[in-house]
């Protein structure tokens, strides 16, 4: 079973930043792409960034500039360094692992998996 940790979460002042990691355990097949989600009070969830296995990221328009994703594909960890942080930042934030397995009929799949959530709160 595929399990994704997360660390990093907690209460900042407007400016400062914060570090997010998510380790994956669980799968020996490799992971392919593995991103942030976050889902702030009363909204949807929506993606924050994403990274591909060869490191090639894309971001939400709200936080280029400011956050960045990286992974160390050796210790299975994805990371998100917030910067510049914003009130509006303020949300519960989601890692996520895409991975390969096969199905019962030996057809390879890829499955995600989603860490269990870490509260960052941006204080003004």
């Known amino acids: 079973q595929v399990r994704l940790v997360e ?9 400062e930043s914060a570090r997010l990691s998510c380790a994956v355990s669980g799968t020996s097949r490799g992971i392919n792409d593995m991103g942030w989600y976050n889902q702030p ?6 993606l924050v960034a994403m990274i591909s296995s060869d490191g090639s ?7 280029k ?41 030996g057809v390879w799949q890829v499955g995600r998996s989603w860490g269990q959530g870490t509260q960052v709160t941006v204080s003004s």
């Open 41 to 46: 009070p009363g909204k949807m969830r929506e």
């Open 7 to 15: 660390s990093g979460g907690g209460l900042v002042q407007a400016g």
């Open 57 to 63: 990221a894309k971001y939400a328009d709200s936080v």
């Open 65 to 105: 500039g400011r956050f960045t994703i990286s992974r160390d594909n050796a210790k299975n960890t994805v990371y998100l360094q917030m910067n510049s942080l914003k009130p509006e930042d303020t949300a519960i934030y989601y890692c996520t692992a895409d991975y390969r397995y096969a199905d019962d009929y």
